[in-house]
């Protein structure tokens, strides 16, 4: 097949990863792609979140299939504009991601859906926040409403913080004007993609990320720092309870209400006391854990979207996966999650994928005039590696990053560790 893959980050490379590893190959073309994407598609300098762009360049290109991989194209309706070219595209409408661009419009399809969640206020006023925090209590969460690159929640037990950052979201420039104040949910978090054609729902296999900067989850939220998959302390029966109430009722609402979901619903969980919970929903593949999961997968990638693309998951066979366990280190610039540095030169990849079994995807690279390539972006790179179980892929992928020069950059060391060590549980149900 002819496949675009719209995008430029780390999820992008590994869709393109994935489809550049199946037997018989592809013709692949990424927009705008990176360097790393460069290695193995085509690319084409378009915005990503151009939509008439977009599909003049599938039209084009005559491919057969479009893939929206990043929030803010599928927000603004890029999906949309493909497939009014004729060409199927993997990615939801620009109505059906409101799931992810907006936190009060997700919360108002869970409810109507009778999908378990955690108690919410939306909140437009300062007032209200500090309404809404005094009567949850500590530790406060409040979200942003719409798209703000997975660092849009602040989760903390200093009601000052808390306010604080409602007060910046409530007048940020070009801003919902809205926060959503969440009672806190106790357990280990678990993200699971599930896919959709508008009716059926297909699940991939859980995995874990990491969100905050530093080790032991000290420090801000970030975009994510690293990820693993399988969860092997996940309780039997997960995935099966997540598409039963969860994301089969949540499409089932969409389609109810004219607006039907086709692509990825990523089901953000809090495995709590008092059950399982969404903690958030976004519509596309979650970066970092998106370069375990599709490591793990057998069944061609390309089979998948395009059934999902065309209304035929019902008639897809089985997926299979890889027993493997599979470890994502982020590699980060000076300054991330703040202001991170750019230009400085990254050396030692082609080293890190001498070793067997790991694989480097870039997510914020450029190349500089002279050809070097450098640093542009807040996560510079992921090593992905995979093992017979947890221990070896984690050391595999720190070995790796241990090869990756880049001045000032920085990782945590505790991706996967303690799930290693079997020392993550799921508190007892109350």
């Not at 009716?199 to 989850?217: C, N, S």
């Not at 970092?288 to 008639?315: D, I, K």
């Amino acid at each position: 097949m002819k496949i675009l893959v719209v995008g430029n980050g780390a999820r992008e490379h590994a869709i393109v990863h994935a489809l550049a590893g199946e037997p018989g190959g592809h013709e692949l073309h990424a927009a705008p792609g990176n360097p790393g994407i460069g290695r193995e598609a085509t690319l084409h300098a378009v915005d990503a979140n151009d939509g008439a762009a977009v599909a003049a360049l599938a039209t084009a290109l005559g491919a057969d299939l479009v893939v929206v991989g990043p929030e803010a194209p599928l927000v603004a309706g890029v999906a949309d504009a493909v497939r009014a070219a004729g060409i199927p595209c993997f990615g939801p409408s620009a109505e059906a991601a409101r799931l992810e661009g907006s936190k009060a419009f997700a919360k108002d399809v869970m409810a109507s859906a009778g999908v378990p969640t955690a108690a919410a206020h939306v909140c437009t006023t300062l007032d209200e926040v500090a309404a809404a925090l005094d009567g949850f209590g500590a530790p406060h969460v409040v979200k942003d409403d719409g798209l703000a690159a997975g660092k849009g929640v602040v989760v903390t037990s200093d009601r000052h913080a808390a306010l604080a950052h409602a007060e910046a979201a409530l007048a940020a420039p070009g801003g919902a004007g809205r926060v959503v104040v969440e009672e806190y949910l106790d357990g280990p978090e678990v993200s699971l993609f599930c896919i959709s054609d508008g009716a059926a729902v297909v699940p991939l296999v859980p995995a874990q990320d990491f969100k905050r900067v530093g080790d032991d989850d000290a420090g801000p939220n970030t975009g994510g720092m690293g990820a693993y998959s399988p969860l092997g302390w996940a309780p039997a029966g997960l995935v099966d309870e997540v598409v039963e109430r969860i994301a089969q009722p949540t499409v089932d609402e969409m389609a109810r209400r004219g607006t039907p979901f086709a692509g990825v619903l990523y089901v953000g969980l809090a495995l709590t006391s008092r059950g399982t919970r969404v903690v958030e929903f976004n519509a596309r593949f979650g970066d970092p854990e998106t370069q375990v999961v599709l490591t793990r997968l057998v069944t061609p990638l390309s089979a998948l979207l395009l059934a999902a693309a065309t209304g035929a998951l019902g008639g897809l066979e089985p997926l299979r996966w890889s027993d493997d366990a599979v470890v994502n280190v982020v590699v980060a610039a000076a300054g991330y999650p703040g202001t991170p540095r750019r230009g400085d030169a990254i050396t030692g990849i082609d080293d890190v994928e001498a070793l067997d079994g790991v694989h480097v995807l870039h997510a914020g690279t450029a190349t500089s005039p002279d050809g070097a390539l450098v640093a542009a972006g807040g996560r510079v790179l992921s090593v992905v590696a995979r093992g017979a179980d947890l221990d070896a892929a984690r050391r595999l992928a720190y070995e790796g990053v241990a090869r990756v020069g880049l001045a000032g950059s920085h990782h945590r060391t505790d991706i996967a560790l303690r799930a290693a060590r079997g020392e993550v549980t799921v508190p007892t149900a109350r």
